[in-house]
C-alpha cells in the first residue's frame, strides 16, 4: 500500500520551543519534549536534539561534531545537568549521559533505561502516582534491541509520556 494511500498527513508544531506535537489526520497524538528550562515535571524528557532551528528537525540531521573538549558542548551538557538538578533538587544520582548530550544524528528522543529511571521520583511526584506504577509504565515502554542484538534497549518517550496520560485520566 503506497503512503500516500494511508492519507496520513502529519504535523509538527513547535509549542514555545519546549515541545513538539505531533498530529496525524488532525488527532493530537502526543509530545516530544526536547529538553529546556521551564519543562514540565510530569513528563519524562527526552535526548536533546542536536538540529536546529528546530528540535528533532529531520531535514538538519547531523551530529553536532563538538567533541568532549569543545567549550560549547562543555557549556551545554553543564545548562542541561543544572536544570535537571533544578528540576528535581533531591536527585543525588548521577545524571546519565544521554539526558545531557544528543545522538549522533540529532534525532533520537529515545532515552536509555537508566536515563528513565533517573526521572521516575520526579514524575511520579508530578503526577501524584506511586514510583512502582511509573516504572511498570517504563518498562512497558522499553524497546529491546533492534533484531536482538544491534543497539542497546531504549525507553519510547513518547509511548511513555502517552501512557501516562492515558493512566491519569482514568
Known sequence: MMMSALKITAERIALSGVASCMKFNWVRTGYVVANAAGMMAKYFWSRPSATSPQPYNG????????????????AAVADRIKALREADPGNTKPVPADLVTASGSGLDPHISPAAAEYQVARVAKARGFDPQKVRDSVAQSTEDRQLGFLGERRVNVLRLNLALDAAASK
Open 59 to 74: 531535514g538538519a540531521s547531523s551530529g553536532s561534531n563538538q567533541g568532549p573538549t569543545n567549550k560549547a558542548l562543555a
